[in-house]
């Protein structure tokens, strides 16, 4: 039995589980967010995806990633309400994260361009928004090789234990979701630095780029089922390597 | 205890039995909950040694109990049957209460003397004690917590014996729903409700969790310790009760997630699941029902945001204790994904009074009509810890509708030193701050919300005239920015920015547009935060800048604290008409910034004052003015 | 999977043919077809695909490249949306889903975490990671209407 609702007076139809942002934008609205995809867990934490949902006679804010659908309910996805509350949050994170360009982008649109706060005293991750993505994203990877520390005003992203883990394979799938793109990993030819570890690249059979961290190989071969000589060739090798063989179908 | 008891009518055999038993002429009841402070650990070494060197032990029974109440008098003593009341005891009157105890003539020299010197001899006639209404704090002054004998022959058990025997489960949730029981825990959301929900979700495999809150963390509280320590049984008592509410026929299991900081109370709770286990009360066919249960327990490890019923299931599950969205309650999605249900101690405490004495007992106490709404009135009592500037601090229980006024000045003995009331804090670090203009409001849940504050679990914080408020509430938003489990943009970085900007209006550096960020900023923090610690957590803030505005005020305006307590926008002088040059205050004072000579009078170097307020402690001339 | 045609350890000779027939047909419209007899290397596939997929046509995020193959002999290279695709198979957040309109294997950027594991794994070097963005730079046939096919002035990419 698929859910209805509505958005914005719109009838819409989900699957029974399914959150509220996600259904939002496969229906083409638009809500903005900095903490969320759909392949990790929703947690709501940075409080921009804001919007009124009315359930029967009882009206209320919420996050809409981590708000499961129902049956009847009717969402607006903005309001003089909401985008005051969306504004606020921006003006917090954007003191957080003075030099994020994404965060700078979307807070101008709510009409904060500086922030009435000083810089935040505890954040040793600068631009660090707290909004765990990299975190959940590596436990949702099965590398479960970050984690949150601490809490409150102390409240940091960091390795378990204070000490890098030995499941970290180096993927940088952390770096790849942070929305200000805050966590450091420096790729050189031979090794990409990342969370306090040197990963070792594999290296392009043909030219010596660099292909993908030796761990992170060795993970995909035992997870994914692909054979090994999937991993030794770069990109661009593999690309030319396709024109030659179309090259030679045609010519 | 003998052997597990099969039936009902075995323990209704023994409770007979223990009744029935000549108890020794004397019983010493030591308070060893809050008193272990003042040294009641050795008071009770003391005693017992005394009785044994005496060889009185067949006439005297010393007991440790859990806390009596009345904490401002520690350490406390009661003697039994006569219910002797005896208040700061030492170690030196051991045995000059002994001796009473045997004669039978009571000590008068250690009795409670009032105001006017009026002495009392029964702890139930004391003014603090005779204005309260003591049903879930009645056993603490007379049971030894760690025998389950003595709450059986106060009558303990007696309400799950009826429950298993007489009681269908359904049954026992209808008497819940109305008797008007009302979490204790701060929601008020009413318990019967919550069982009843509970009971209907589904579970695959029937298991459904009853789970009691202890994680009891607000600063200046301490109801829940309380009743564990001094009356574990109640609560085991009324978890089982619970189990079979809810639970029966299924695979119910119990979990205590009690906070690791109250060792006593965790020892205690581990004898009484112990000797309920013994007893046969927990564990498989209670009471031949065929009820099965059982109770872990688990300690948290002290995050105050635990005690939020998501968080405190993400941490029993081993995970960080952090809340979730409760658009699914737990009551049908909770632990382990089960239908859960989560009581706080008082709540459950309550269960087996109401089971026992009937719901129209429970109904007649309180405000509201529950006839038809659960959700209609506050029934029962309710514990409070009353702190702060108040001279009878301590552990009171009064009846739903009391209003501040009885309990700060009827039972409180009202502010200390002789200074003006200004403000209560009800609720704990999330609660409202009240005026004076509202001392006549009748405590109940609702009324509380409605005035800006809330019963929170129990915390009520007397504050007076030396008390500035845009402190106060700097202090709570302190202590929740550090307690945030840090999810939340609105909470997290909202509490971190109310305390700086709190914090400039404290040291002067604030103006009316500080005032208006915080008021903004906190209504995003209340309206955008995920739980209730987030949505709660400006209460204080909100509630004196809605009663206290001139306060805040004083400070952005004229750089004035009112109360004299914010060090930046005071000063320390000393008076030269009044100083007599005794050099106590250059003595004391940490910074050695105090100059002068001998019998001249003195002055205080301003630069480097750092406020401490030593000078003004120890000057006997009343010299040191702070402006 | 058999061993990755593109490696070069083996000479391009050796590797299994090629079909000679278009792409196989996986969506419900026509497929792309690559036609490098008709190729004159001008890019303009390579430019209106930039323009499709960015503001300011950010070559780099290009899906489609020209590659010489000899004196005026050119041949493109594009995702041939492979019918078991390894992007797909390796994709541990299921961010590669096939349209099924379009039959493009399309990337979904509100699932993937960005792990840079479908480029390595793609054996004909199309799936390329955008280090900037870090997301994957995939060709999605433009939702139907493939720019590449559309702007080419010599017809040597046809929509079908």
């Known amino acids: 039995m698929p859910i209805r609702f509505k958005i914005n007076d719109v009838a819409v139809e989900a699957k029974p589980g399914e959150g509220l942002l996600d259904v939002a934008r496969r229906n083409g609205f638009s809500i903005p967010s900095l903490c969320h995809l759909e392949s990790v867990p929703a947690i709501g934490a940075c409080r921009i995806c804001l919007v009124e949902v009315r359930r029967g006679r009882r009206s209320k804010l919420t996050t809409s990633c981590n708000y499961e659908v129902l049956d009847g309910i009717e969402v607006s996805t903005d309001s003089p309400e909401i985008r005051r509350h969306r504004a606020m949050n921006l003006e917090l994170l954007l003191a957080r994260a003075p030099s994020s360009e994404a965060i700078r982008k979307l807070a101008a649109q709510y009409g904060v361009s500086q922030p009435r706060f000083g810089p935040i005293k505890y954040n040793p991750l600068p631009n660090c928004i707290l909004c765990e993505l990299c975190v959940r994203a590596c436990t949702e990877l099965g590398h479960h090789a970050l984690t949150t520390v601490g809490r409150g005003d102390r409240k940091r992203i960091g390795l378990p234990f204070n000490k890098p883990a030995d499941t970290c394979v180096g993927c940088g799938a952390c770096a790849s979701v942070c929305p200000t793109h805050c966590i450091p990993m420096t790729d050189t030819l031979t090794k990409r630095a990342i969370w306090g570890q040197k990963h070792d690249f594999v290296r392009c059979s043909e030219c010596g780029a660099p292909v993908i961290t030796k761990k992170h190989r060795d993970h995909a071969i035992a997870t994914k089922g692909l054979p090994e000589d999937y991993y030794d060739v770069c990109q661009s090798c593999k690309q030319i390597a396709t024109s030659q063989r179309f090259a030679a179908i045609v010519w | 205890m003998t052997s597990p008891f099969k039936n009902a009518a075995e323990l209704e055999k023994h409770q007979k039995q223990l009744q029935g038993q000549k108890q020794l002429p004397s019983t010493i009841a030591v308070c060893t909950s809050g008193c272990v402070a003042y040294g009641a650990n050795r008071l009770v070494d003391a005693f017992t040694k005394a009785v044994k060197s005496r060889k009185i032990g067949d006439q005297v029974r010393i007991i440790a109990t859990g806390c009596q109440g009345f904490c401002e008098r520690g350490p406390l003593v009661v003697v039994h049957p006569q219910e002797w009341f005896y208040e700061k005891v030492d170690g030196k009157d051991i045995n000059d209460i002994l001796d009473s105890a045997l004669k039978g003539k009571v000590l008068k020299r250690l009795l409670h003397k009032d105001a006017k010197g009026k002495t009392y001899q029964k702890e139930s006639e004391v003014p603090f004690y005779r204005n309260q209404k003591r049903l879930l704090l009645a056993q603490n002054s007379r049971i030894d917590p760690c025998s389950i004998d003595d709450y059986l022959r106060a009558g303990g058990y007696a309400a799950l014996a009826k429950a298993l025997t007489k009681m269908a489960p359904e049954e026992v949730i209808e008497q819940i729903t109305a008797s008007g029981l009302r979490g204790r825990g701060g929601g008020g959301f009413p318990a019967g409700v919550k069982w009843k929900s509970c009971r209907a979700a589904a579970s695959k495999n029937g298991v459904r969790y009853i789970i009691c809150n202890a994680d009891e963390g607000d600063p200046g509280a301490f109801m829940d310790r309380a009743l564990i320590e001094g009356n574990p049984h109640s609560v085991i008592e009324g978890m089982i009760i619970g189990a079979w509410a809810v639970g029966h026929p299924g695979k119910p299991q119990g979990f205590v997630y009690i906070r690791n900081e109250y060792p006593l109370a965790v020892e205690r709770l581990g004898i009484a699941l112990e000797q309920a286990r013994a007893a046969g009360l927990l564990g498989k066919n209670i009471l031949g029902s065929g009820l099965n249960f059982d109770i872990q327990v688990n300690r948290g490890g002290g995050a105050f945001v635990c005690g939020e019923s998501t968080a405190l299931m993400a941490s029993i599950e081993g995970d960080v204790g952090r809340p979730r969205a409760k658009h699914i309650h737990t009551v049908e999605v909770g632990l382990n994904g089960k239908p859960s249900n989560l009581n706080n101690v008082e709540t459950w405490a309550n269960v087996p009074l109401i089971i026992d004495h009937g719901v129209k007992w429970f109904t007649k106490i309180g405000t509201g009509d529950v006839s038809d709404n659960p959700w209609g009135g506050s029934k029962g009592t309710k514990i409070f810890a009353l702190v702060g500037k108040v001279k009878n601090t301590g552990l009171v229980e009064v009846p739903m509708g009391a209003t501040l006024r009885e309990i700060i000045y009827d039972i409180g003995g009202g502010i200390r030193d002789g200074k003006k009331f200004k403000a209560v804090q009800t609720g704990g670090p999330s609660g409202g701050c009240l005026p004076e203009s509202k001392l006549d409001v009748p405590v109940d849940f609702d009324t509380l919300v409605q005035e800006g504050s809330m019963m929170g679990s129990g915390g009520m914080i007397v504050m007076d005239e030396d008390t500035c408020m845009v402190d106060v509430a700097k202090y709570f938003v302190g202590f929740l920015k550090f307690e945030s489990c840090g999810n939340c943009t609105s909470c997290r970085d909202g509490l971190i920015r109310l305390h700086e900007l709190l914090e400039d209006i404290t040291t002067g550096r604030g103006s009316e547009a500080t005032i208006q960020l915080i008021e903004d900023l906190a209504e995003t923090v209340r309206a955008s935060s995920l739980c209730a610690l987030g949505t709660s957590a400006v209460n204080p803030l909100q509630s004196t800048l809605r009663y206290f505005r001139d306060e805040y005020l004083a400070h952005v305006q004229d750089q004035r604290c009112p109360a004299k307590v914010c060090k930046e926008l005071i000063t320390f002088t000393i008076d030269a008409k009044k100083c007599n040059g005794c050099t106590l205050c250059a003595k004391r004072c940490p910074q050695d910034t105090i100059e002068g000579k001998k019998k001249k009078p003195y002055t205080i170097i301003q630069d480097n004052c750092i406020k401490c307020g030593i000078c003004m402690d120890v000057c006997q001339q009343d010299a040191v003015i702070v402006q | ?160």
Not at chain 3, 129 to 151: H, I, S, T
């Open chain 3, 1 to 160: 999977m058999s061993a990755n045609p593109a490696s070069k350890s083996q000479p391009v000779s050796a590797l299994p043919p090629l079909s000679g027939k278009p792409m196989r047909q996986v969506g419900s419209t026509g497929p792309l077809v690559l036609l490098p007899n008709r190729c004159t290397g001008c890019r303009t596939c390579e430019l209106a695909c930039a323009f499709a997929h960015s503001e300011d046509g950010n070559l780099g995020l290009s899906r489609i490249r020209i590659h010489p193959a000899g004196p005026d002999r050119y041949v493109q290279v594009t995702c041939l949306q492979c019918v078991n695709a390894a992007c797909v198979q390796v994709c541990p957040t299921q961010a590669l889903v096939r349209n099924a309109d379009t039959g493009a294997i399309c990337h979904d950027e509100n699932r993937c975490v960005g792990c840079g594991l479908c480029e390595t794994a793609c054996p004909f070097g199309h799936m390329h990671f955008a280090v900037e963005m870090r997301k994957p730079v995939k060709c999605d046939l433009c939702g139907g209407r493939p720019a590449c096919a559309m702007f080419c002035p010599h017809e040597a990419l046809e929509w079908r």
